[in-house]
């Protein structure tokens, strides 16, 4: 899937000049009419559905698995809630100044008073954010957690192991978006705050729907799994050539992608073959 810009999609724009020149440039980059902007974490939903879709109908019948998503997908609350509400878990990364009730927090009714509509229930305070969350519960909260083992092996640390210092909170995120149950109360999850030793406050944030009996140490390897993005991006960008391309036509694009996939698709499984002459 191709991400347009607002800024190349003529449908988007009122003014008829600027809509032209959107077209005369879609013609010349040969886009078909019907790839049009739609935003990243709609895209994201796109893919996720079609690959936990039945193949019956399309899909690729994977077996659902837990998503994580940076922060770009994770701050957005209808993201979330469209993962949730196709039975998703997550572990996506969010800012600081996220809103959040403790778990504890509970919403309470205002007495009637016999004149307009019967008062619903609310919460009493504002909501905190994460990192006052995090701050409230303090260093006391924090355990060491190793989520994987690199290959930087020092003297200090012989076997490479990638630890620091971590909490985990159930919070109740808050804004107007989330939709609240008959008692007022918004969803409970998780919270999950890295805090490095020698820093004054936690350096990264994630919220999470995985069950209430999640260890840590699982949490914290979701959180962190993102490197194996990384890595395949970096990959397949740097060793196989995904930003090599230099054409000026959505066909010609398509195809470098999925030659490109297809190539990273077959180092993969030369991988995972113990039979291969080679590491790939």
């Known amino acids: 899937r191709l991400f347009l810009p607002r800024s190349w999609d003529d449908t988007t724009t009122d003014d008829a000049q600027v809509a032209e020149q959107i077209r005369a440039r879609r013609a010349r980059?040969?886009?078909?009419?019907?790839?049009?902007?739609?935003e990243k974490w709609r895209q994201a939903l796109d893919m996720l559905d079609e690959i936990t879709g039945e193949e019956r109908a399309?899909?690729?019948?994977?077996?659902?698995q837990p998503v994580v998503a940076d922060a770009g997908y994770g701050d957005c609350t209808e993201f979330r809630l469209e993962l949730e509400a196709r039975g998703l878990p997550y572990v996506v990364a969010v800012k600081a100044t996220t809103s959040a009730y403790p778990a504890e927090a509970e919403p309470v009714t205002p007495p009637y008073r016999g004149r307009g509509r019967p008062p619903v229930p609310r919460y009493r305070?504002?909501?905190?954010?994460?990192?006052?969350?995090?701050?409230?519960?303090?260093r006391r909260a924090l355990r060491r957690v190793t989520w994987r083992h690199g290959t930087r092996k020092t003297a200090g640390n012989p076997t490479a192991a990638m630890t620091s210092r971590f909490l985990a909170l159930r919070v109740r995120p808050a804004n107007r978006d989330i939709p609240r149950g008959a008692d007022g109360t918004l969803p409970e999850c998780w919270l999950i705050a890295e805090w490095p030793a020698g820093h004054a406050?936690?350096?990264?944030?994630?919220?999470?729907?995985?069950?209430?009996?999640?260890?840590?140490?699982?949490?914290?390897?979701?959180?962190?799994?993102r490197w194996?993005?990384?890595?395949?991006?970096?990959?397949l960008k740097d060793g196989l050539g995904l930003d090599h391309f230099e054409g000026?036509?959505?066909?010609?694009?398509?195809?470098?992608?999925?030659?490109?996939?297809?190539?990273?698709?077959?180092?993969?499984?030369?991988?995972?073959?113990?039979?291969?002459?080679?590491?790939?």
Request: charged share 25%; with cysteine; net charge positive.
């Open 58 to 64: 399309g899909g690729w019948g994977l077996h659902r």
């Open 125 to 138: 305070q504002n909501p905190s954010t994460l990192a006052a969350l995090a701050l409230g519960a303090g």
């Open 201 to 225: 406050e936690p350096t990264d944030y994630w919220l999470s729907t995985l069950p209430a009996d999640t260890p840590l140490r699982e949490l914290v390897r979701l959180a962190k799994i």
């Open 228 to 235: 194996r993005i990384e890595h395949d991006y970096r990959e």
């Open 248 to 280: 000026r036509s959505y066909l010609g694009w398509h195809r470098h992608v999925t030659l490109t996939a297809l190539a990273q698709a077959f180092c993969t499984s030369l991988r995972y073959d113990p039979k291969a002459p080679a590491p790939a």
């Open 29 to 38: 980059s040969k886009i078909p009419d019907e790839v049009r902007h739609r």
